[in-house]
């Protein structure tokens, strides 16, 4: 597989929770028109799926490449918070053997979307009901579950990782899942995310490594693998 199978309903939703997806004249759109036009009306129709399709694939073949190395993904069961569309879960998923995959996600697209840091953890950014259909599209139907962050009661079962790429610590504050993710992990998970404050974490993990550093003019984060809680 080199792309995924999408449409255009889809590649909407793609373009708007991965912003540096969107073409230059998208953008020019969204500044000009500002983000509720974008959002609500202009993201319908100023799509070009094949386009998307490709930049999210390579993109999400990027971040497969940089965890690959560290983590062996055969026989275990994946905690994705926040991860989109999943198109790095789908990656995952055709590499690798007898992954299981828990999703948690929001269920609404926000009127005015807003990107960057998000006190209150409200932003929302998807359909799950769309996230189940490109999920199974792509091959990906008896091994994994959805849970509607706001609505659902979260699973309280053990993970071996868990994966939240530009979402945990990147969007909204690690406290909003930190003690959940205490009744989910045992001294052996890994919890794998992107933060601009990697030292912080050593407070908070026995084992804290830094596995990738984005450079950037704002917000340059590092992806960091922790496992192991401190007590306290």
Known sequence: MEYFNL???IARLIILQRVELQSFWTKKLRKIFGRYIFTNFLSRFFVSETKINQNY???????????????????????SIGPGMCGLELIINTRSKNTFFTIIEKNYVSKKIVYGWDIQNKEGYNDLNLLKVFLENNGMKNNCEIYDFDNDDLPLKKFDY?????????????????????KVCTENTKII????????????????????SQEKKIHSSKRIICDNFLVG
């Open 162 to 182: 868990v994966l939240s790429l530009y979402s945990l610590d990147y969007h909204y504050d690690f406290s909003f899942y930190q003690e959940y993710l205490k």
């Open 193 to 212: 995310f992107d933060t601009i404050r990697p030292e912080y974490f050593n407070k908070i993990f026995k084992n804290v490594q830094v596995l990738f």
């Open 7 to 9: 449409n255009k309903v």
């Open 57 to 79: 694939y390579s993109r999400m073949n990027e971040e497969y490449k940089i965890l690959k190395d560290n983590i062996n993904f055969d026989e275990k069961k994946i905690l």
